[in-house]
Every structure is written in C-alpha cells, then in structure tokens.
Nanobody, 127 residues
Framework: QVQLVESGGGLVQAGGSLRLSCAASGRTSSSRSAMGWFRQAPGKEREFVAVISWNGRDNDYAESVWGRFTISRDNAQNIALQMNSLKPEDTAVYYC????????????????????WGQGTQVTVSS
C-alpha cells in the first residue's frame, strides 16, 4: 500500500504563489509510476490539475492552470507543484496521486482510475 503526504497549502492573496509538495512511501512500484495533482473546490467535482511521467520527462496540465502552474519531480517518489499568479478560483483541496497510467501527451481521466490518493491539502486564494 502506498502512502502519500501533501504539504505546502495555505492562504495567499490573489496574484501570489504557493508550492505544494508530495512524498510517497510504501509500495515501491510507485517508483515507475506517473504522479500528479487533482483538486476539488467546494460544491464541485474533483478535477485534473497536472501530471508528470515516471521519469519526469513528460507532463500535461489542465487548461485552467496552463502557464501558471509547474509540476516537477525530484525523484521517484517526490513531486511538487509550483503555483504562480494564483486566482480565487484556484481555491480548493489539492490531492496528490500516484499510480497514474500516463506516459506522454495529453492526460485523460481514465488514466487515474487505479491511482492512489493522498489526504489533500487546502489552498485558499483571497481576492
């Protein structure tokens, strides 16, 4: 079983930046797995934010965050999400995932159907 721990959430003003981190531990198969981020705003469904391939060479983003967010991979089990130019609509609980069946190109939701999820970290952007 994989454990995922997110950190770095908080309260920031619009236009500011935050950096989220995620550390995976447990089942070693996560070392060959794509990892990524989803988010869920109050009253809305969870939505895809970003994904990065197992070797860090390929990634994809939701259109809503393109050019503002950057996903990175430090090693097989640690990823980060740098969020710049934050907007109030970015307010959500952000979840880290591993076990995503992504290799390259555009992400599709079925790639995450067998993923493991973290507990989430709250990001609040004030206007």
């Amino acid at each position: 079983q994989v454990q995922l721990v997110e950190s770095g959430g908080g309260l920031v003003q619009a236009g500011g930046s935050l950096r989220l981190s995620c550390a995976a531990s447990g089942r070693t198969s996560s070392s060959r797995s794509a990892m990524g981020w989803f988010r869920q705003a109050p009253g809305k469904e969870r939505e895809f934010v970003a994904v990065i391939s197992w070797n860090g060479r390929d990634n994809d983003y939701a259109e809503s965050v393109w050019g503002r967010f950057t996903i990175s991979r430090d090693n097989a089990q640690n990823i980060a999400l740098q969020m710049n130019s934050l907007k109030p609509e970015d307010t959500a609980v952000y979840y880290c995932l591993t076990g995503i069946a992504y290799w390259r190109g555009r992400f599709s939701s079925n790639m995450a159907k067998n993923a493991d999820w973290g507990q989430g970290t709250q990001v609040t952007v004030s206007s």
